[in-house]
């Protein structure tokens, strides 16, 4: 049973646009959610992250924004730029309830042509 | 110098084998994680620590033993390795808090023959 699904394996998008990569969970118990980027060989690297009593978390060129009726977080970048391309994964925890893990989905790979 | 290191970087060894991985830290964090990434999943977690002496089983655990020998210093065993242990291996750190941001080494590859 996957509580964290990113549906999307890979996205392609035109250097300068808006790259938009989803994220969905299951567990309703889930109240902080990160993205971490990762490059080939390296491991992952934090992004951005949100917390349920926000539903907008921006940093710079990264936005997550955050739907709780849906069970749905989505990350933006504008605009992308070629050192963005990297696999995206979303992770989730229930720190409210007392939980030290981070639930990963699977992830999404994004390729930003120059 | 990296925050988390983790040695060795690539590995291979044959079935039944018993192998270690070694993640050491310096940005002083008591909680440390071990997680595998097999193509195509997640991360899922194996083991963590919140201090040198509190080890807990993780989703994955089976197969896999752990040691906590100083707060900067974690390792974990296979045993006997077996091909499905063929994996990327992370080790994390974190600081106690409710963001639960983990701080990731670079990864080991490793290949069981």
């Known amino acids: 049973d996957q509580q964290v699904k990113q549906n999307s394996p890979s996205l392609s998008v035109q250097e300068g646009r808006i790259s938009i990569l989803n994220c969905d969970y299951t567990?309703?118990?889930?109240?902080?959610f990160l993205w971490y980027k990762k490059y080939p060989a390296e491991g992952p690297t934090f992004l951005i992250s949100?917390?349920?009593?926000?539903d907008k978390n921006e940093d710079g060129r990264f936005t997550v924004f955050l739907n709780k009726s849906a069970k749905h977080l989505s990350l933006h970048i504008v605009p992308s730029q070629p050192g963005d391309s990297a696999v995206y994964f979303c992770?989730?925890?229930?720190?409210?309830?007392?939980?030290?893990?981070?639930?990963f989905g699977k992830g999404t790979k994004l390729s930003v042509i120059p | 110098d990296a925050d988390v290191t983790q040695t060795p970087r690539n590995r291979i060894t044959k079935t039944g084998k018993r192998i270690m991985l070694e993640c050491s830290q310096t940005?002083?964090?008591?909680?440390m994680y071990w997680y595998r990434q097999d193509p195509g999943l997640g991360l899922r977690l194996i083991y963590y620590?919140?201090?040198?002496?509190?080890?807990n089983k993780g989703e994955i655990s089976d197969g896999y033993s752990v040691s906590r020998q100083a707060q900067a210093k974690f390792s974990l065993s296979l045993e006997s390795a077996i091909p499905n242990q063929t994996a990327l291996y992370f080790c994390?750190?974190?600081?106690?808090?409710?963001?639960?941001?983990?701080?990731f080494g670079p990864g080991t590859r490793l290949t069981v023959t």
């Open positions: 949100i917390s349920s009593i926000k």
């Open positions: 992770a989730a925890t229930a720190s409210g309830a007392g939980s030290y893990q981070l639930t």
């Open positions: 567990n309703s118990m889930f109240d902080y």
């Open positions: 994390a750190t974190s600081v106690e808090g409710n963001s639960n941001e983990q701080y």
């Open positions: 940005k002083g964090h008591d909680r």
């Open positions: 620590s919140f201090d040198v002496k509190d080890i």
